[in-house]
């Protein structure tokens, strides 16, 4: 309004009429309101065809990532995944860092809450120790009114200690078979970091050998035990080297069935190999490349198991009278092997040869043993001619 009655004062000084000024105005409205009209046209026109070639090219997107994912879907078809967990697992286990999500410390736990078991809730009896060894000793306790074996780790254990002892917790948690001994669940805090296991009450097959003789039908059926464990780990996906394979390891039940025990050198194999700055054992049970600083993998176990046979078919102790050095220098060095009583089965005679053979790749596999022992035992039952 202000703007028209400005304009009709301008005009009357000027000589124009008013009323002809304001259709002008009215006119040129009308003509820049259809000019704006033509320009937001085209500007939606435009702007249409900007959305069209966004369209388009989030529809090209879309097939690349189709075709991007079925080439991923391709690749995942041929990679085996349990290779690239193996793949991990050998980056760890270099490292030596094959841990839990939760390391073991002043404040930790390994992440498992139903396997946490509070060192207040175990009983301990007042009786000696169980069994020890270099990283800690075995106790018997009570647990929820339930015995329990309890592998207490020494206070002045190292931080690779640390590291092996959160191995066997590993490998024991994962491992669930009538021939292993059955883990019961971990005490992670400090001071006293420990594993519990079920209490088995026969105590060990070295023990055994020692003190009672038992029939050949059932020195015949732990051997098969043993090798059904034996194949057990050695099938785990990755398979389970227990490398510390040996009749102080091997625990009787009250039935003498028997269980695998201690873990606390075991290793997950990865790769090939297991890296040879983790084979270890124990010399009379040990297979040779763990004298020579050579990887391994489960024919070590195999070697080892050949000797707990022969121990099964003597009742004897193996390489009684030799200390540890001498042991290494005849196996290793020597290559001489424990000598096999002249009325032993034939079956069996071939079958601890096979299992001590120089190159681990010539012995036998621990599904092999236990086919060959259940074969021996449907047959015959005896472990020597009568």
């Given at each position: 309004?202000l703007?028209?009655?400005?304009?009709?004062?301008?005009?009357?000084?000027?000589g124009n009429d008013?009323?002809?000024?304001?259709e002008n105005v009215d006119?040129?409205?009308n003509?820049a309101g259809?000019v704006?009209?033509?320009?937001?046209?085209?500007?939606?026109d435009l702007?249409?065809?900007?959305d069209i070639?966004?369209?388009?090219?989030?529809?090209?997107?879309?097939?690349?990532?189709?075709?991007a994912?079925?080439?991923?879907?391709?690749?995942?078809?041929?990679?085996d995944?349990?290779?690239?967990e193996?793949v991990?697992?050998v980056?760890?286990?270099?490292?030596?860092?094959l841990?839990?999500?939760v390391?073991?410390?002043?404040?930790?736990?390994f992440?498992?809450?139903?396997l946490?078991i509070?060192?207040t809730?175990?009983?301990f009896?007042?009786?000696?120790?169980?069994?020890?060894?270099?990283?800690?000793?075995?106790?018997?306790?009570?647990?929820?009114?339930?015995e329990?074996?309890?592998?207490v780790?020494?206070?002045?254990?190292q931080?690779?200690?640390?590291?092996?002892?959160?191995?066997?917790v590993?490998?024991?948690?994962?491992?669930?078979?009538?021939?292993?001994v059955?883990?019961m669940?971990?005490?992670?805090?400090?001071?006293?970091?420990?594993i519990?296991?079920?209490?088995v009450?026969?105590?060990?097959?070295?023990?055994?050998?020692?003190t009672?003789r038992l029939?050949q039908g059932?020195r015949?059926?732990?051997?098969?035990?043993?090798?059904?464990?034996?194949?057990?780990?050695?099938?785990?996906?990755?398979?389970?080297?227990?490398l510390?394979?040996k009749s102080?390891?091997i625990?009787?039940?009250s039935?003498l069935g028997a269980?695998i025990?201690?873990?606390?050198?075991a290793r997950?194999?990865?790769?090939?190999?297991?890296p040879?700055?983790?084979?270890?054992g124990?010399?009379?049970?040990?297979?040779?490349?763990?004298?020579?600083?050579?990887?391994?993998?489960?024919?070590?176990?195999?070697?080892?198991f050949g000797?707990?046979l022969w121990?099964?078919v003597?009742?004897?102790?193996?390489?009684s009278g030799?200390d540890p050095?001498?042991v290494?220098?005849a196996?290793?060095l020597?290559?001489?092997?424990l000598a096999i009583?002249?009325?032993?089965?034939?079956?069996?005679v071939?079958?601890m040869?096979?299992?001590?053979k120089?190159?681990?790749?010539?012995?036998?596999?621990?599904?092999?043993?236990?086919?060959?022992l259940?074969?021996?035992q449907?047959?015959?039952?005896?472990?020597?001619?009568?």
């Amino acid at each position: 309004m202000l703007i028209i009655v400005s304009i009709g004062l301008i005009n009357r000084f000027n000589g124009n009429d008013p009323q002809t000024v304001t259709e002008n105005v009215d006119v040129d409205a009308n003509a820049a309101g259809q000019v704006q009209l033509v320009e937001q046209e085209v500007a939606g026109d435009l702007q249409e065809n900007v959305d069209i070639d966004a369209n388009a090219a989030g529809q090209v997107q879309l097939v690349e990532q189709e075709v991007a994912g079925d080439l991923q879907g391709a690749l995942a078809t041929d990679v085996d995944v349990n290779a690239a967990e193996e793949v991990q697992l050998v980056e760890q286990e270099v490292a030596g860092e094959l841990q839990e999500s939760v390391e073991v410390g002043t404040s930790s736990s390994f992440a498992v809450d139903y396997l946490e078991i509070a060192w207040t809730d175990l009983q301990f009896d007042n009786i000696p120790l169980v069994g020890e060894g270099a990283f800690g000793d075995v106790r018997k306790a009570t647990w929820h009114e339930s015995e329990v074996a309890v592998k207490v780790m020494k206070k002045e254990i190292q931080d690779s200690e640390i590291k092996k002892f959160q191995t066997e917790v590993s490998i024991m948690k994962s491992a669930r078979h009538p021939n292993i001994v059955q883990f019961m669940g971990v005490v992670s805090r400090f001071p006293h970091p420990a594993i519990v296991t079920e209490f088995v009450s026969g105590g060990s097959l070295h023990d055994k050998i020692k003190t009672r003789r038992l029939s050949q039908g059932r020195r015949l059926s732990i051997a098969l035990d043993v090798a059904r464990g034996m194949n057990y780990l050695h099938c785990f996906k990755p398979p389970i080297v227990h490398l510390d394979l040996k009749s102080p390891n091997i625990l009787l039940d009250s039935h003498l069935g028997a269980k695998i025990c201690d873990f606390g050198l075991a290793r997950f194999r990865a790769g090939t190999f297991i890296p040879s700055k983790y084979v270890a054992g124990t010399p009379k049970w040990s297979a040779p490349e763990a004298f020579k600083d050579e990887p391994a993998n489960e024919k070590a176990d195999v070697y080892s198991f050949g000797v707990i046979l022969w121990e099964l078919v003597t009742w004897k102790e193996p390489w009684s009278g030799y200390d540890p050095h001498q042991v290494i220098t005849a196996v290793s060095l020597l290559n001489e092997r424990l000598a096999i009583p002249a009325n032993t089965c034939p079956e069996l005679v071939s079958l601890m040869e096979s299992c001590w053979k120089e190159s681990p790749e010539e012995r036998p596999t621990a599904e092999l043993i236990v086919r060959t022992l259940h074969d021996h035992q449907r047959e015959s039952g005896n472990l020597t001619i009568q």
